[in-house]
């Protein structure tokens, strides 16, 4: 159970794992079962990857067979092993919704579903398949703090953790399938995928942890990048990088109290109140930030 001073201190379970393409009654199992032995470890937060239910092959008619409704059987069996042991899980599915499927994501924890998130930027033939995102950037208020969502490529478009932190978000949770394709290099010497690195330079940046879990290896139709991370708000790596070609479950504990920290860095050094908000701005849901 989460005890009652969480909200400083978090310990997250990342969940590196690499799940069979088009098979969701085994991987929701996989993935359910995975989650309770991490709560069972102490964890308050385990993050799956993206598509995590059916797999992360962009075949579209085995994405129709194995997509479901965000009440579906995958959501609902996350919930119940959240529920079961005062935790949150985050991870990502092929949501089906009338005649479209998204790649989306949740965040689920006692409560039931706390983040329901659509993939905003697709990647590549996603977007012969999935529809863009429209539910926009939601952040959720929990017993953890305050947590905010986005799914792989969508890290690549700095406002997304930008307006993430700006408002309010203390952990930008990120499930992901990271492939080699965007850029040339698969890892560099210390074992990270450039996308890792971007996470970790945008934590610095906005001054949040980062979460990713990726899918890593080979499901046998798609090679992996693996480079799981946790980036603390001043960029620093606190977990990972995970291993390009190994499945791997890994737990960090972490404090909140950092933020404060990176946001007022003594001094007159403040990243976020320097922001010139007369010149430029973020708007999200209306409002400019």
């Known amino acids: 159970m989460i005890p009652d001073d969480v909200a400083g201190n978090i310990r997250v379970a990342i969940a590196q794992i690499t799940t069979d393409a088009f098979a969701p009654e085994a991987n929701r199992d996989r993935t359910t079962k995975i989650a309770r032995n991490a709560f069972e470890e102490g964890a308050n937060l385990v993050v799956l990857p993206e598509l995590a239910i059916s797999g992360y092959v962009l075949e579209k008619d085995g994405l129709e067979r194995c997509a479901e409704p965000v009440d579906g059987p995958s959501v609902q069996a996350w919930t119940q092993a959240a529920k079961d042991h005062g935790g949150f899980i985050a991870g990502g599915f092929a949501e089906r919704q009338g005649d479209k499927l998204y790649n989306s994501a949740v965040l689920v924890g006692p409560g039931g579903v706390a983040i329901h998130y659509r993939k905003l930027h697709l990647f590549d033939a996603e977007k012969d398949i999935f529809t863009p995102g429209d539910l926009g950037l939601p952040i959720a208020e929990t017993a953890l703090g305050t947590l905010a969502m986005c799914v792989c490529y969508d890290l690549r478009f700095v406002e997304v953790a930008r307006a993430a932190a700006l408002r309010g978000a203390e952990i930008l949770?990120?499930?992901?399938?990271?492939?080699?394709?965007?850029?040339?290099q698969k890892w560099d010497e210390a074992g990270y995928c450039p996308q890792a690195r971007g996470a970790a330079?945008?934590?610095?940046?906005?001054?949040?942890?980062?979460?990713?879990?990726?899918?890593?290896?080979?499901?046998?139709?798609?090679?992996?990048?693996?480079?799981?991370?946790?980036?603390?708000?001043?960029?620093?790596?606190?977990?990972?990088?995970?291993?390009?070609?190994?499945?791997?479950?890994?737990?960090?504990?972490?404090?909140?109290?950092?933020?404060?920290?990176?946001?007022e860095r003594g001094g007159r050094i403040s990243p976020r109140t320097d922001r010139r908000t007369d010149v430029y701005g973020i708007q999200?849901?209306?409002?400019?930030l």
């Open 201 to 263: 330079l945008q934590a610095n940046l906005n001054q949040i942890f980062i979460a990713c879990a990726s899918q890593a290896g080979t499901n046998g139709k798609v090679d992996f990048l693996g480079s799981s991370i946790l980036v603390d708000p001043y960029g620093k790596t606190s977990l990972g990088p995970l291993p390009g070609n190994d499945e791997k479950i890994a737990t960090i504990d972490i404090d909140l109290g950092q933020i404060r920290g990176a946001t």
């Open 284 to 288: 999200i849901d209306g409002i400019t």
């Open 173 to 184: 949770i990120v499930p992901t399938a990271w492939v080699q394709g965007f850029d040339q």
